[in-house]
């Protein structure tokens, strides 16, 4: 059981490229979860969905785009890359249906994104 | 403010010794989640507390939820090295736990053999 694989761990990127970073999960999840994570800054939401074809916006989703086609797929889509872009990006997702709804988020192992 | 401040930011201690890490804010919130991080890896769910007062154990790991449910702490019993992580803790965003965080700036631990 492979959980949530995010692709890939480490981009080096210049200013004003583009890319998208890939997450996918195989447990079945409703909720998934897009978060950033910056030294002593702890994580911030950017994206979420509660399911397929649903997206919002979280805390700061400015120059980030998601799609959610399927139950198992949510990847983050940077538009024109900024230095304030470098982070750590983590993917999450949650089961949050009736009986399973724990509250506990399962993470990715991470995608190291550095902007020059 | 939502906000969750955590202290200490940084800790060093020797094997053997005892830790409390904090975790507050000024509002009240519904439940709180302590998770840890370990290096290049995502973090990983160790508890969570909902009930104002509540006391969980986890092996040495012994989490509190205050009374008036607007802080937490963590406690660590005779710190092991494979204790060393950043350790987040996290309230919902609103009313209900749907997993959208507010975290806080975590706390890195560091345990010397």
């Known amino acids: 059981n492979a959980g949530v694989t995010q692709t890939p761990k480490f981009r080096i990127l210049k200013i004003g490229q583009s890319m998208t970073l890939q997450c996918a999960q195989d447990?079945?999840?409703?909720?998934m979860y897009w978060y950033r994570q910056d030294p002593g800054m702890g994580l911030k939401l950017i994206y979420y969905?509660?399911?397929?074809?649903?997206?919002d916006k979280g805390e700061v989703p400015n120059g980030y785009n998601v799609s959610r086609s399927t139950t198992e797929d949510f990847p983050l889509r940077l538009e024109l890359a900024a230095p304030s872009q470098t982070s750590v990006y983590f993917c999450?997702?949650?089961?949050?249906?009736?009986?399973?709804?724990?509250?506990?988020?399962?993470f990715g192992e991470g995608s190291r994104l550095t902007v020059l | 403010t939502q906000l969750l401040e955590q202290s200490p930011q940084f800790l060093s201690i020797q094997e053997g010794e005892n830790l409390t890490v904090y975790c507050n804010s000024s509002?009240?919130?519904?439940?709180l989640q302590w998770y840890r991080q370990e290096p290049g890896e995502g973090p990983v769910l160790l508890v969570t507390?909902?009930?104002?007062?509540e006391v969980k154990k986890l092996k040495r790991l012994t989490f509190q939820f205050g009374d008036a449910r607007k802080d937490s702490s963590l406690h660590i019993t005779a710190a092991q090295p494979g204790d060393t992580g950043l350790y987040l803790c996290?309230?919902?965003?609103?009313?209900?736990?749907?997993?959208?965080?507010?975290f806080g700036q975590g706390t890195t631990l560091q345990v010397k053999p």
């Open positions: 999450a997702s949650s089961p949050f249906s009736g009986a399973k709804n724990t509250g506990e988020l399962f």
């Open positions: 447990m079945n999840h409703n909720y």
């Open positions: 969905s509660v399911g397929a074809g649903i997206t």
């Open positions: 996290a309230r919902p965003r609103g009313s209900s736990n749907t997993g959208k965080l507010i």
């Open positions: 509002s009240v919130f519904s439940s």
């Open positions: 507390v909902v009930t104002g007062g």
